[in-house]
């Protein structure tokens, strides 16, 4: 079998501009033709395939998408395709797309700027009257920004109301926890008005007297105001969306002519969002206003019918049983409105000119594996519902945003959108923010070094990155502070100071003169990446419905942040799935989940999953576990299922229906679960970091489209390295692909006797490895843990007391047996598939006691100190073996029994974690995967087994 072709080995050597690194080219002034022509050659050099020129708050407003500005961009283009680089459009000033740098909203167009509903809830007096006020607003993302961003945002420096609007009063009675009864509930906005209102705030009052609602404790009034001074626009309004398109993208597209859909490839958005507005009265469920716009918001009313009120209220507080229907209801539509009016419309106006869509929006778990917190606002669901899956239906190629240099689940969660669409991988914008106590996020990080760029950067990769977008590439680096050093307030130079804009600008930091060999090494690691599928082991359910009905204060941000990082550490192949895919899912002969896209999953998550938004993903839920597929849940089961009755959902899938051993109502510790996971997955091939201590290892495995495995391996410490894979193959061909020069082949340690189905690799620090392993040889079995099916009974050589099931991972004393210190017998069945030709050995990750090993009746193995792997030989058998585990521990639960001497509990006893049954070939050993053997490099040959160049791993 070939395992590459002249042509995939040329996009290695020589990547193309969609995988080697781009830049954002941060404009801080308009800069002159010769600086253009300087910097444009500058990037090329440094590695750079493609730029977005971004101009940035230290350029003149006015001088945005001016004549001038137009004109340099026009020579940029033309200067880029003389490189034969690539541009994208960003299409903003600053950030926040939308606005176009006021331009939306000027001459005439004030009906386009944001508008924003609040709510205000009073006590009803003993006359029947109520009143409120809504006073004390400010823009919470906006104030981070300091005086620079509200002089940007607002014009003149701070936001100023018009058109206040009473869009609904409901009066209702309260039950002991504050929530509103919900049959008492009652619109009264017809005995409602507004009694004052200014660009500050607003006043309004009810009269409540008339017998049919006197009685009612509370009221809450719900307005809409625009903000008169915002350059921010209506997101909701598909009219804003086009005339944004009118005076923000016809202008680059007249600008660039010819170069558009050729040079000019495509067009960025970046963190599109109506401001968070906080106020005083503000003690609702969500932290900020909620967009609006009058005729949608008439249209939910005519088809929520009289539901409307209650549907505007849940928004304010909880009504008890029917709240979760609601605001799912409310916040699908709210989510689908804003995607469609905005993302649908400049998708359309892209694809009307031969470009792609790509951009990002604003992220809650930028930074964090938790998809709660937030660092824009405290709660977004206010900002397009965080219908990531429905906003990148728009998208050609995703875009995500990740702050700093540590691993997060940004690309992850950008890979796993894309892939819900028929695409994969994503483009991450890269950026740092200071967080040194007293400092502003906006200083950026100039400590930034080029191995911890890198480290990121292959991170990324790692979890689905295909390209990085760095910020920035800088035009200048602007001055020193005008303050007192270190004893003066710098905070006014923030963002328009060019050097505190979110440093570093990587072509001012002294080490960028290295940055190409960086910059290689990442085109060629996503044109490796490039070349092969994921394996989808397992499927992480997102709670979009849950996030609408409780918001970023329900646990299940912690849930996922648990299962994802905890999944990409221990190199488990797995995809965030969208719900709608869910429902619209089938079960394949294999009992796994295949979703509408064609992707089939043997493992689904539910990460604090409380509710559920269509019935069908019950459904489809239930056929998986009748048909063998493996559910895990943390947080317990679904409760509720939007639109049905409480009890729908455990009624469906509770107790036998789903294993109660997989489903945990807490937050349980990783390695409970990892044994479930790897045991239901049985991963192929399956990597092992032999030298855990030494710091983490990134795995990255799939298939590529001729059946053979890749693997990419970073190791992300500095230290070396031992790394065993399990091919699951009797002999294979290794093929080694050089990131650092670009050449392929076998190495020289491996070249014409190929690797047996076990390897083991010596890594340097830092070291990334491209492996494609090409099988030739019959199957061979690989590790299997052991998490499930074992029995237990303390053993008194009689076998008289029936064994009971019992869970490997936590000690037989907190089981039900919490004085037992005699024997205690595990007793595990497994099938072998392949015929008994290997030598087998069994791994106890840990074992209090020591531990006798029978094998289908015989004793095979003792370990009275268990340290390493238990030989076992050829004792399993080809078909079904019972495995026996006689375990004697320490004695101190029965003589400290009954007395205060054990302070913290009984001792541990037996397994505290999942056996592994390994196979024992002998592995090959390869202390080098990039020795050049006789020195030949790529050029040498073409039969697809070149030799590699030795490098140092850090570049």
């Known amino acids: 079998m070939n395992a590459y072709d002249s042509r995939e080995r040329a996009e290695f050597m020589h990547p193309g501009a969609w995988n080697a690194p781009a830049t954002y080219w941060f404009w801080h002034r308009i800069p002159t033709e010769d600086e253009i022509d300087h910097q444009i050659r500058q990037m090329d050099e440094a590695g750079y395939r493609s730029f977005q020129i971004q101009a940035r708050m230290s350029m003149p407003l006015a001088d945005y998408l001016g004549d001038d500005y137009l004109r340099m961009c026009r020579h940029a283009a033309d200067v880029a395709r003389s490189h034969g680089m690539m541009i994208g459009i960003y299409d903003e000033y600053n950030w926040l797309s939308g606005h176009a740098g006021g331009r939306v909203v000027a001459d005439g167009h004030d009906d386009l700027r944001e508008r924003h509903l609040f709510h205000v809830t009073a006590d009803v007096d003993d006359r029947g009257h109520v009143e409120g006020a809504i006073d004390g607003i400010h823009a919470v993302d906006v104030d981070y920004l300091l005086q620079q961003g509200r002089d940007w945002v607002f014009e003149g420096g701070r936001p100023q109301w018009d058109q206040w ?51 009612r404790r509370k009221a809450t009034f719900l307005v809409a105001a625009r903000c008169a001074t915002s350059r921010m626009i209506n997101y909701l309004d598909p009219a804003a969306a086009r005339r944004f398109t009118e005076v923000g993208y016809e202008p680059y597209a007249r600008a660039f002519g010819e170069h558009l859909g050729t040079t000019v490839a495509y067009v960025f958005f970046d963190q599109p969002h109506a401001c968070f507005f906080d106020w005083t009265q503000n003690d609702g469920t969500t932290a900020s206003t909620l967009m ?15 539901r409307w009120p209650r549907i505007l209220l849940s928004w304010v507080t909880d009504l008890g049983d029917g709240t979760t229907d609601d605001r799912v209801w409310f916040y699908e539509r709210y989510a689908r409105q804003g995607i469609d009016a905005f993302f649908g419309t400049i998708g359309a106006w892209c694809h009307g000119h031969g470009i792609k869509l790509c951009g990002h929006e604003v992220l809650s778990h930028v930074s964090s594996w938790d998809p709660t917190s937030t660092i824009i606002a ?24 990740a702050r700093n240099d540590h691993p997060q689940l940004s690309a992850k969660f950008g890979d ?196 559920l938004g269509d019935e069908r993903s019950v459904d489809v839920i239930e056929r998986f576990v009748d048909a063998g597929g493996t559910l895990l849940a943390t947080g317990g089961l679904p409760e509720e299922v939007a639109g049905r009755h409480g009890g729908f959902v455990p009624g469906r899938l509770g107790n036998p229906m789903v294993e109660s051993r997989l489903v945990h109502g807490g937050l349980p510790q990783w390695h409970r679960l990892a044994a479930d996971v790897m045991e239901a997955v049985r991963p192929r091939p399956r990597v092992a970091d032999m030298t855990p201590e030494s710091g983490q290892l990134w795995i990255r495995r799939g298939r590529d489209r001729r059946g053979c495995q890749r693997i990419m391996l970073f190791n992300d410490s500095d230290r070396d390295k031992t790394t065993f894979i399990e091919t699951g193959a009797g002999h294979a061909r290794l093929i080694a692909w050089n990131p650092l020069d670009g050449t392929v082949g076998e190495p020289a340690e491996t070249r014409g006797r190929g690797v047996g189905p076990r390897i083991e690799l010596r890594m340097r620090p830092h070291q990334v490895m491209l492996l494609q392993i090409v099988p030739d040889g019959a199957a061979a079995p690989t590790s299997m843990t052991l998490s499930s099916g074992w029995r237990f009974t303390p053993y008194d050589g009689t076998e008289m007391t029936r064994p009971m099931p019992i869970d490997p991972t936590i000690g037989w004393e907190r089981q039900g047996y919490p004085t037992f210190c005699g024997t205690g017998r595990y007793i595990r069945d497994i099938v072998v598939d392949e015929s008994p030709v290997h030598d087998w050995a069994l791994i106890l990750p840990k074992v209090k006691g020591s531990v006798a090993v029978r094998i289908n009746g015989r004793r095979v193995a003792e370990a009275p100190w268990p340290a390493g792997p238990i030989p076992l030989g050829h004792t399993l058998e080809a078909g079904a073996n019972r495995i026996i585990l006689d375990i004697l521990p320490s004695a101190a639960n029965r003589y400290y029994a009954g007395t205060s001497q054990q302070g913290d509990g009984p001792a541990p006893c037996g397994l505290l974690a999942a056996p592994i049954l390994v196979p024992n070939d002998d592995a090959t050993y390869i202390a080098d995967v990039t020795d050049m053997g006789r020195g030949r490099t790529a050029s040498d040959n073409d039969d697809g087994r070149t030799m590699l160049t030795s490098d140092d791993g850090r570049g």
């Open 165 to 215: 609007r009473l869009v609904a009063a409901v009066a209702y009675d309260v039950d002991d926890s504050g929530a509103a009864k919900a049959p008492t509930i009652l619109d009264v906005t017809d005995r409602a008005r507004l009694t004052s209102a200014d660009s500050d705030g607003c006043a309004a009052e009810a009269d409540l007297t008339d017998g049919t609602v006197y009685g």
């Open 292 to 306: 609006y716009d009058e005729r949608f918001y008439d249209r939910l009313a005519r088809e929520a019918g009289e």
């Open 378 to 401: 405290d709660d977004p669901r206010t900002n397009f519902g965080l219908d990531y899956f429905g906003i990148d239906a728009w998208r050609d190629i995703t875009g995500v945003d």
């Open 416 to 611: 796993s959108v894309a892939r819900s669409h028929g695409r994969g991988g994503c483009i991450v914008e890269q950026y740092f923010g200071r967080v040194v106590p007293g400092s502003h996020f906006a200083a950026g990080w100039w400590e930034l070094t080029l191995d911890q760029l890198r480290s990121q950067t292959m991170r990324h990769h790692v979890l689905g990155m295909r390209q990085l977008l760095m910020h920035a590439f800088w035009l200048t680096d602007g001055h020193g502070p005008a303050g007192d050093g270190v004893r003066g307030d710098d905070s006014a130079e923030m963002f328009v100071n060019p050097r505190f804009d979110f440093a570093p600008g990587v072509n001012y930091e002294p080490w960028f003169r290295f940055h190409r060999r960086f910059a290689d090494e990442s085109a060629r690691v996503s044109v490796f990446l490039d070349g092969c599928e994921p394996l989808n082991e397992v499927a992480v359910l997102y709670p979009l419905a849950t996030d609408w009905a409780y918001g970023p204060k329900h646990g299940f941000g912690r849930h996922m942040a648990l299962w994802c990082e905890n999944l990409a550490r221990d190199g488990i192949d797995y995809a965030i799935i969208d719900e709608r895919d869910l429902a619209r899912g089938t079960v394949d002969r294999s009992g796994r989940l295949r979703l509408p896209d064609g992707r089939a999953f043997p493992v689904l998550v539910l990460p604090g999953v409380q509710v």
